[in-house]
Structures are given as structure tokens and as C-alpha cells.
């Protein structure tokens, strides 16, 4: 009988170690939990550079206050809000405010800007031409298929005299249709993956290239120095910590956004991109 007992009394217990287990894999990026209740574990997505750059920076003054910041990176722009809704992810940290509002209007995600931490220029680049003014009549821009970035490439052309858009448009949500006068007769083409542009501007494709400056800074360039031209610092475009909705009230993530607002991660952002990466005041 002392024998049949113990048998089902450590079946008993692998069963429940083993549940132990499964509900451990199945919290996974939700966060680990200390004796007291507070996260301690924290998985935010990001794009390579710099956004995982600044947060590898980020790590040992997360560690201070007690919280294990994972870092996953991430080659697109699709795929870190898809594992964001599905609870891979705590947080992601590579979009502006734009791009979020319009995955949320696509997409039907339940999220939140938590902060905004950065600005990257968008940058105009040519092989060809070393201004915008130089630009020929019926000139070729490449740029992303990301409808959210339209808007700021075409506010950009237009300040710098190329396009006029449409009286009463809003810039952010402006679109190639509402272009009303293109003197240079410019042809748009706005097919592209956003990663792929600085490899068509490097196999000198087009005659202007539109690529953002966390791709540009990826490949090697310099948007300050590269580029023909350069998106304002007071752009709209602030990158932000994006979160499921609710969770931005987290301890974890209101540390995470105060340390990547910090005085020494704005002045390590400033020294590490020389102002082509710009930190949010």
C-alpha cells in the first residue's frame, strides 16, 4: 500500500512541476513576477539601429531597479506589433506616431504610445545628383510603401519647393493624389520595402532615394553627411514606446520610458548619431 502511495504521490508531483513549467512558457514576454508582485522581466522588440542600440545603453540602469530587459530585434516594420497583440512582447520600441495610429486603424490593435524617446530624419539620397535642385525634369523618387511615411515625404519635397500639395491637406495623412503642382514633373514610385531602399541607393537605382535614418544608419551612411537633403528635427515623427493598452500604467514600463528620457541616454543618443538621431526634450 506504502508503495502505491508513493507511486501516485510523485506522479502527482511531476504533474504539477510539469504544469509549472508550461504556465512558465505560456507567461513567456508577460513578465516575471518577484515575491513582492513587481515585473521584473521585461521583452521589448526594436528595430537594430538604433533603437536596440539605445537599449542595449538602457540595460545595466533597467538592472538597478530590479528589471531584466530582453531585447528582440526585429528586420520589419510588421511583425513587432503582431507579437506586441500576441503577448511576445511587453513593448516594442521602432515606430513613429503615425505609423502606430494607422497599424491600429488597419489592424484593430488595442495599443498605446507609452512616450516618445526619439526623432530619425528622413533623409533624401542621390548617386547622381548632389541637391535637390539638381534634380531633372521627370527625375525618379524611390520611396517606402509605407503609406504612414507619404505624408512626410511629400511635407518634405514641398518645403524644399519641389511639390505643392493640396490647400487644407493634412500633411501627416497627405498622399501622392493630393499633389497639385509638380513643376519637376517628379516620378514617385512607391513600392518598396522600407529596408530595401538603401540597397537601391547604393545600386544607384533611381535618381532620388527617400530612406529613414534608422535603415540609412544600418547601412553605413551618414544621413548629415549622405544625404541631399534632410528632414527638420521638429518633425512629428517622434519614435515612441508602444504598449498593449492598460500596460503603460506598468512600474516596468513608466522605468523604461523615464530611463530612455534620461539626461544620459538623450546625451549618449546625441554623442553616438551626431544629431542624426535627434532625443525628444
Not at 19 to 41: M, V, W
Not at 145 to 161: F, I, K, P, T
Amino acid at each position: 500500500m506504502k508503495k502505491v502511495l508513493s507511486a501516485l504521490l510523485l506522479t502527482v508531483l511531476v504533474l504539477a512541476l510539469a504544469a509549472c513549467g508550461t504556465k512558465d512558457k505560456e507567461d513567456g514576454a508577460k513578465g516575471s513576477k518577484n515575491a513582492s508582485g513587481e515585473q521584473t522581466k521585461l521583452v521589448v522588440g526594436a528595430s537594430n539601429t538604433p533603437h536596440a542600440v539605445i537599449l542595449e545603453k538602457v540595460k545595466p540602469l533597467l538592472q538597478e531597479k530590479g528589471i531584466d530587459l530582453e531585447i528582440e530585434t526585429y528586420q520589419d516594420y510588421i511583425l513587432p506589433n503582431k507579437d506586441l497583440e500576441s503577448g511576445l512582447l511587453d513593448a516594442n520600441y521602432f515606430q513613429t506616431i503615425p505609423y502606430l495610429e494607422s497599424q491600429m486603424a488597419d489592424f484593430g490593435y488595442d495599443f498605446v504610445n507609452a512616450g516618445g524617446i526619439h526623432i530619425e530624419p528622413m533623409g533624401v539620397y542621390s548617386k547622381k545628383y548632389k541637391s535637390l535642385d539638381e534634380l531633372p525634369d521627370g527625375a525618379t523618387v524611390l520611396m517606402s510603401n509605407s503609406v504612414s511615411d507619404h505624408g512626410r515625404v511629400l511635407e518634405m519635397l514641398e518645403e524644399n519647393g519641389l511639390i505643392t500639395l493640396a490647400e487644407g491637406v493634412d500633411k501627416v495623412k497627405a498622399e501622392l493624389s493630393d499633389i497639385v503642382d509638380n513643376p519637376k514633373n517628379l516620378q514617385f514610385e512607391p513600392d518598396y520595402e522600407a529596408a530595401l531602399l538603401p540597397t537601391l541607393y547604393n545600386n544607384n537605382e533611381g535618381d532620388a532615394v527617400l530612406i529613414n535614418s534608422n535603415y540609412a544608419i544600418d547601412a553605413g551612411l551618414n544621413p548629415l553627411e549622405d544625404s541631399i537633403a534632410i528632414e527638420k528635427t521638429d518633425s512629428p515623427y517622434v519614435n515612441v514606446i508602444t504598449v498593449r493598452s492598460g500596460d503603460e500604467n506598468s512600474d516596468a514600463i513608466k522605468a523604461l520610458v523615464e530611463v530612455l528620457t534620461s539626461e544620459e541616454i538623450q546625451e549618449f543618443i546625441l554623442n553616438e548619431w551626431n544629431g542624426s538621431v535627434v532625443p525628444v526634450k
